[in-house]
Each structure stands twice: as C-alpha cells, then as structure tokens.
C-alpha cells in the first residue's frame, strides 16, 4: 500500500528503531524489557492519543462495572506488555535457533491433525510477535498472515526478523489464492482475528458491542475444509509464554453462506473475549476496534439483499 505519511519522518523512524532494536537486542532480556517499559510508560503519559483511544475502549468494553482506576491499571499493563513485545523482538531469532524452549510452552499440540492443513487464530494477545515461531517448531511448515508496514525498509528489517523465527510471511493483500494451496499442501496458516477489518468483515459484537470482524478463516475453512483452532498466549509472572492450542472450532456450515460467515466469525470473538476478560492487561488496546465501517455495512447488506432475492420463491 502507498504511503501517506511524511517519507522523511518515516525514515527517521525507521533508523531509530533498527537501533533501538540493535541495543536492546545486545542486553539480557530482563534489562531489555525494564528499559522499554520505562520508556512505554513516558509514551503514555506524554502521547494524549494513546491514553485517549485506551480509555475509550476500556469505557466501551466494561462500561461501569469496572472503576476509573481499574481501567487505569489494565491500561499500564497493556502499555507494558506492548513494551515487552518491542523489547524481546530483536531476541526472537536467537530463541528460535533453541526452539523457544526456554521462553514458551506450548500446549494442546495434539489437537492438530498434521495430515492436513490448519487455520489457527489469535489476536495481539502476550507477545503475538513470538506465536508463529513457537507453533513452528512443531509445524515446520508454517505460514504467518501479516499486514506489510506501510515504509518498505521498515516492512523488509521486521519481516526478515519474524521469518528468522522460523516462519514464513505473507502479504494479507494478495494472500487468498496463495493461501488455499498452502492449506490444500498441509500447512499451518496463522490469522490474527481481533482488529477492524477494512476488507472482508462481518457484523458481529466484542464485549457487546457492535464492531466488524474478518471472515477470512471462515471463508478458508469453507474452501479448504480445514479445521480452525484458537491459539492464546499468556505472559506468565516469570516472563515466560504459555501458548495454548484449543480444539477445532465447531464451526457452522449449512447452506446459508452468509449466516455461517456471521455465526463462525462472531465465534472467533467470543472465544478472544473470555481469554481478554481473564487477561485484559495482555490484550492491544490502543486499537480503534469498535470503529464503524459504513462502507462494509452496505456491502454486508446488499450481500443479504441479494441472497433473499434468490431465494424469494417464485410467485
């Protein structure tokens, strides 16, 4: 996608973070992590929109039922959890060369059959950064759906960054077709499910709200008949990554493509919903995730409009 940002700030941007990433991945990860999260907390208090856009998804989500100091506390422990994302990228290849092992247990593994090609879901839970690279050592032919920054020496230094951990990426852009062969050849294909969709969504509800999720893994499921699990990953007090593979989703499928679409996605968020509402502090909140979508709306609706047109009987 063509950039709308200044080109020089970007640049700017970009050697600030390849050498803030080269520091911090020269320190242990415990000062690594410290440092950042210091910084991050600065960023908040300095940074209105932040705090902003976090509050008013606190506000949306638990309305009152939580107080004005306990949205406060979820939110520094997002904001610290992003840091710890950022502090412990550069360190993702060289846990990788070691399987991860010393950082993030995985479990459920067994719930996949690796006869066949699998969709697993997740959201910006822990450090998503490392989810991918960690299922990898179990599924060596896994693939990771990204969205490619919008800068390209940014988007090539973290992708070449995330593949070191032992996955492959691939464009969200021009992803489909390439992603039914893979699945069709038995690989893992990996989906973040818990932003706004530009693209491709369906009205469903997140914390009983209104807000638009993607119908990708549905739709990939319908094609390919690939099961989908739900992929969580919890930051534990030691610093260490607990990741848990659910079983297959029961998915619906019936002859209403448009109600299986809605059903199935609304699936994915209620089951992302029970693990934030346990872990909120591990969960992206500076998000705009309730954003409206005007245009997906009318594009849902003349979809529906259509179907009932169809399936109208004859007079």
């Given amino acids: 996608m063509a950039s709308q940002r200044n080109p020089l700030l970007q640049a700017l941007l970009y050697s600030l973070t390849r050498t803030y990433t080269g520091i911090m991945g020269l320190l242990q990860m415990p000062a690594a992590r410290g440092i950042t999260i210091a910084i991050a907390r600065v960023a908040l208090a300095l940074v209105p929109r932040l705090h902003r856009v976090g509050m008013e998804n606190l506000d949306l989500a638990y309305g009152d039922s939580l107080t004005l100091a306990e949205k406060r506390r979820i939110l520094q422990d997002a904001m610290d959890n992003l840091a710890i994302v950022a502090a412990e990228f550069a360190h993702g290849p060289r846990m990788a060369r070691n399987g991860f092992k010393d950082v993030a247990e995985v479990e459920g593994w067994e719930h996949i059959d690796q006869s066949k090609g699998a969709i697993l879901i997740s959201g910006h839970l822990g ?88 119908v990708a893994p549905a739709m990939l499921a319908a094609r390919t008949g690939c099961p989908v699990h739900f992929v969580t990953v919890e930051r534990r007090a030691d610093s260490t990554y607990h990741i848990v593979v659910q079983p297959a989703m029961p998915f619906q499928k019936t002859r209403n493509l448009m109600a299986d679409m809605q059903a199935n996605a609304q699936m994915t968020q209620d089951t992302l919903e029970a693990f934030v509402r346990q872990h909120p502090g591990h969960w992206l909140w500076f998000h705009r995730r309730w954003k409206q979508r005007p245009r997906l709306a009318e594009e849902w609706n003349k979809r529906l409009k259509r179907v009932e047109e169809k399936n109208k009987p004859a007079e």
């Fill in 127 to 214: 450090n998503w950064e490392w989810f991918a690279g960690a299922i990898a050592v179990y599924c060596p032919k896994m693939l990771e759906v990204v969205r490619p920054l919008d800068f390209p020496p940014m988007n090539r230094y973290v992708d070449s960054t995330r593949r070191a951990t032992g996955t492959e990426t691939l464009d969200k852009f021009a992803a489909a077709k390439e992603l039914l062969t893979r699945l069709k050849e038995g690989w893992c294909v990996g989906v973040l499910v818990d932003q706004s969709p530009r693209e491709s969504g369906a009205p469903t509800t997140y914390f009983g709200r209104d807000c638009w999720t993607t």
